[in-house]
């Protein structure tokens, strides 16, 4: 059974840093698609980053282009997203995604889903 389950979230000033964790397990590691995606109250989930599955090709939403950083661990099953440069606009539940055949920024795309951080960017 897949499980992904995030972590690192909390309160912080903008210009902070915060790092998250999404450590996933009953999945082969290199054989999934990872992405980080972000909701807000009354909005859509919002792609942020995603790491493809077999290489480390990343990708990044416009708006976190530069601040944010997803990397992995493969000995840990575990991917991370690096956030710096916290603004108010980042505020939102985090949440980590995989699916083993798919990968894009629609979030319909990803069958796994942890159940998601609060990260909040104080001014």
């Given at each position: ?32 698609y990872i992405g980080w995606f972000r909701q807000t109250p009354g909005k859509e989930r919002e792609f942020v980053a995603n790491i493809v599955r077999s290489d480390i090709t990343t990708y990044y939403s416009d708006s976190v282009k530069g601040r ?56």
């Amino acid at each position: 059974q897949v499980h992904l389950v995030e972590s690192g979230g909390g309160l912080v000033q903008a210009g902070g840093s915060l790092r998250l964790s999404c450590a996933t397990s009953g999945l082969t590691f290199l054989n999934y698609y990872i992405g980080w995606f972000r909701q807000t109250p009354g909005k859509e989930r919002e792609f942020v980053a995603n790491i493809v599955r077999s290489d480390i090709t990343t990708y990044y939403s416009d708006s976190v282009k530069g601040r944010f950083t997803i990397s992995r661990d493969i000995d840990k099953n575990t991917v991370y997203l690096q956030m710096d440069s916290l603004n108010t606009e980042d505020t939102a539940v985090y949440y980590c995604a995989a699916d083993r055949l798919s990968w894009g920024r629609d979030p319909k795309i990803y069958y796994y889903w942890g159940q998601g951080t609060q990260v909040t960017v104080s001014s």
